[in-house]
C-alpha cells in the first residue's frame, strides 16, 4: 500500500520561503518520478515541478521557475519543494504525487498516487 505524506506547509508573507516535504512509505521512491502539483480554488490542478528517477531531469513551471527548487533525499525516502519568494499567488494546496515509472510522462493522469495536500498561503 503506497503513501504519500506531505509536510512543511502554512502561511508566510510575501517574499517568504517555505519547504514542503513528501514521505512515501510502501514504494521505493528512489527509483520513480516525482512531482509537486498545486490547486488554488476554482483553478484546475497544475504541475508545480518534477524530478525523474535518480533525480538526473527535473522540471518547472514557469511561473516558479528560478524560485522553486525540487530534489530528493533517497536515503529518508522523501521529496522536497523549496519555495523562495513567494507570491499570493502561488498561495494554494499543495499536493505531491509519485509515478510508476522512472522517468516522468507528462500529465496529471500519468501519476499513479497522490497525498492529500498540504495548504500554502501567501499574504
Known amino acids: 500500500h503506497v503513501q504519500l505524506v506531505e509536510s512543511g506547509g502554512g502561511s508566510v508573507q510575501a517574499g517568504g520561503s517555505l519547504r514542503l516535504s513528501c514521505a512515501a512509505s510502501g514504494y521505493t521512491v528512489s527509483i520513480y518520478c516525482m512531482g509537486w502539483f498545486r490547486q488554488a480554488p476554482g483553478s484546475g490542478r497544475e504541475k508545480v515541478a518534477s524530478i525523474s528517477g535518480g533525480g538526473t531531469v527535473t522540471h518547472y513551471v514557469d511561473s516558479v521557475k528560478g524560485r522553486f527548487t525540487i530534489s530528493r533525499d533517497d536515503s529518508k525516502g522523501t521529496v522536497q519543494l523549496l519555495m523562495n519568494d513567494l507570491t499570493p499567488e502561488d498561495t494554494a494546496m499543495y499536493y505531491c504525487?509519485?509515478?510508476?515509472?522512472?522517468?516522468?510522462?507528462?500529465?496529471?493522469?500519468?501519476?499513479?498516487?497522490w497525498g492529500q495536500g498540504t495548504q500554502v498561503t501567501v499574504s
Open positions: 504525487a509519485a509515478q510508476d515509472r522512472s522517468w516522468c510522462k507528462a500529465g496529471p493522469s500519468s501519476y499513479d498516487y
